[in-house]
Nanobody
Framework: QVQLVESGGGLVQAGGSLRLSCAAS????????MGWYRQAPGKQRELVAV???????YYADSVKGRFTIFRDSAKNTVYLQMNSLKPEDTAVYYC????????????WGQGTQVTVSS
């Protein structure tokens, strides 16, 4: 049974930092690209960042230069380091896993709330 468990969300002031973690189990971590999505109230879910099994990264324009995605294969964990946070980064952040060479994310975590106060 595949499980993705996020942690690290919370309340932070604008300009601050948070690091989200997503621990994966029940899958062969090295066979999956890992991504972070977010959904703000009243808005559609949006892709924030992706890291492939080979380490290639992608970022949404809105977070480039502020967020960093990285993975630790020894811990089966993917991280999202978020710096220079803005109120518009407030959302529920979801971790997701996509099997190599496929287009859709197959597995999702339960989400962690990030709130940035102005």
């Amino acid at each position: 049974q595949v499980q993705l468990v996020e942690s690290g969300g919370g309340l932070v002031q604008a300009g601050g930092s948070l690091r989200l973690s997503c621990a994966a189990s029940g899958l062969t971590f090295g066979n999956y690209a890992m991504g972070w999505y977010r959904q703000a109230p009243g808005k559609q879910r949006e892709l924030v960042a992706v890291i492939t099994s080979g380490g290639t990264t992608y970022y949404a324009d809105s977070v480039k230069g502020r967020f960093t995605i990285f993975r630790d294969s020894a811990k089966n964990t993917v991280y999202l380091q978020m710096n220079s946070l803005k109120p518009e980064d407030t959302a529920v952040y979801y971790c997701a896993a996509r099997l190599r060479n496929t287009r859709e994310f197959n597995y999702w975590g339960q989400g962690t709330q990030v709130t940035v106060s102005s």
